[in-house]
């Protein structure tokens, strides 16, 4: 079994920071691909962020294009998500995910096996 936990979240202003991390713990490959999600009240989970099993593939939202950063510690089974300008629409839980076994980057939400519980970000005007 394997355990995601997220970190790092809270209520910032408009323009403001804030790094996301997320912990794998368990029986888990350290070079399994990893991504972030979000969801919204009243909408539907959404893609936020990829990145492959070695760090070397990224893949982003292009909502969050420029903004936001994923990496990876493999060492440390820890993903981090950095979130620059943010704004009021970044408001939402974020979900860490991990695939099964998969290396390669997927922006779906179905590639996805393991999910962790969720912070929260709220971003005020």
């Known amino acids: 079994q394997v355990q995601l936990v997220e970190s790092g979240g809270g209520l910032v202003q408009a323009g403001d920071s804030l790094r996301l991390s997320c912990a794998a713990s368990?029986?888990?490959?350290?070079?399994?691909?990893r991504a972030w999600f979000r969801q919204a009240p009243g909408k539907e989970r959404e893609f936020v962020a990829a990145i492959s099993g070695n760090g070397d593939t990224t893949s982003y939202a292009d909502s969050v294009k420029g903004r936001f950063t994923i990496s990876r510690d493999n060492a440390k089974k820890t993903v981090f998500l950095q979130m620059n300008s943010l704004k009021p629409e970044d408001t939402a839980v974020y979900y860490c995910?991990?695939?099964?076994?998969?290396?390669?980057?997927?922006?779906?939400?179905?590639?996805?096996?393991?999910w962790g519980q969720g912070t929260q970000v709220t971003v005020s005007a």
């Open positions: 368990g029986r888990t490959t350290s070079r399994s691909a």
């Open positions: 995910a991990a695939r099964l076994i998969r290396d390669a980057v997927a922006v779906t939400s179905t590639d996805y096996y393991y």
